[in-house]
């Protein structure tokens, strides 16, 4: 058997890469009694028929990583967060909401404020103070910097990666600059998935011509925060993190008990109150219980 990586899926047909072509696959039954849906992203082990060396049967999944929900994806290893440095300007509380996400989903996160040729003076090294004591990587990019653009090549190589951020960060252009025809593809794949029921609940991952893959992940922008209650919010900021082992109560929520070192961190600039207002904001909406 061959080994290789589920790219498409249509119809009950599966679009298998297996490194120098692509093979067109039909599942065994036996996926459908073990409740077993395959997804691009997912490896595999296929059989190619006699009659066609193009055409085969995938005989085994093997265990996933991961699984995001929208679009389907198993496997992804990065989440590669596009926000423009301005026009429009950074929604920081829904960066830090993609952030978890990526935790939740055992993603590593890579921050990219794209327009940078717009960044005013200082407007870089005030972003970057934001996530202070992160430890998340941030960059800026831009499409007319060519070393930015390779920068990012280097960062999605040899990664099943996807990407996320809000609409007009210019996240097609610039990834048309690292992958040209990129959003060619994905932009279709991305209506498809909005129409809804006559079409395939599949996305499609995108082989890039430097190694890896990438695909866009339209609906990942507005997911809920699930799974997390008001005790561990906290876990999700690292910096957080960092810094609560003093607090006087160890259930301690760094809201409004006394004596808190989180608090302290905060005022003495060692955690960002952009930051720590916006664990703030989601802390109130986890125990008042509304979505989010």
């Not at 198993?74 to 989440?79: C, D, E, P, R, Y």
């Not at 794949?189 to 890896?212: D, M, P």
């Amino acid at each position: 058997m061959i080994e290789g990586i589920i790219t498409k899926g249509v119809g009950g047909n599966y679009y298998v890469d297996i490194g120098n072509r692509i093979v067109e696959c039909r599942a065994r039954g036996l996926f459908r009694l073990k409740n077993i849906k395959p997804l691009v992203g997912d490896l595999c082990l296929i059989r190619i028929t006699e009659e066609d060396e193009n055409a085969g049967y995938i005989e085994e999944i093997k265990e996933r990583t991961n699984e995001i929900k929208r679009p389907p994806v198993a496997n992804a290893q990065q989440l590669l967060i596009i926000f423009a440095v301005k026009n429009p300007e950074p929604n920081f509380l829904l960066l830090d909401k993609l952030l978890i996400a990526a935790e939740l989903n055992n993603l590593k996160p890579v921050i990219c404020f794209n327009k940078a040729d717009l960044a005013e003076e200082g407007q870089k090294e005030d972003i970057q103070s934001i996530f202070k004591n992160t430890g998340y990587k941030i960059i800026f990019t831009s499409k007319y910097n060519d070393d930015s653009i390779q920068e990012i090549k280097n960062i999605l190589k040899d990664k099943l990666n996807v990407f996320s951020g809000p609409s007009g960060a210019g996240k097609s252009s610039m990834m048309n600059a690292v992958q040209p025809g990129f959003y060619l593809q994905t932009g279709e794949i991305s209506e498809k998935l909005k129409r809804g029921k006559h079409t395939t609940r599949h996305a499609e991952i995108f082989k890039l011509s430097f190694g890896g893959y990438a695909v866009d992940t339209p609906g990942f922008s507005s997911f809920e925060i699930e799974g997390i209650d008001e005790y561990t919010l906290k876990n999700y900021y690292p910096e957080i993190v960092k810094y609560d082992e003093g607090c006087k109560f160890l259930d301690c929520l760094h809201y409004k008990e006394p004596d808190c070192v989180i608090k302290e961190a905060v005022s003495d600039n060692l955690i960002s109150k952009i930051r720590y207002n916006n664990y703030i904001k989601l802390l109130e909406h986890i125990k008042s219980s509304k979505p989010y």
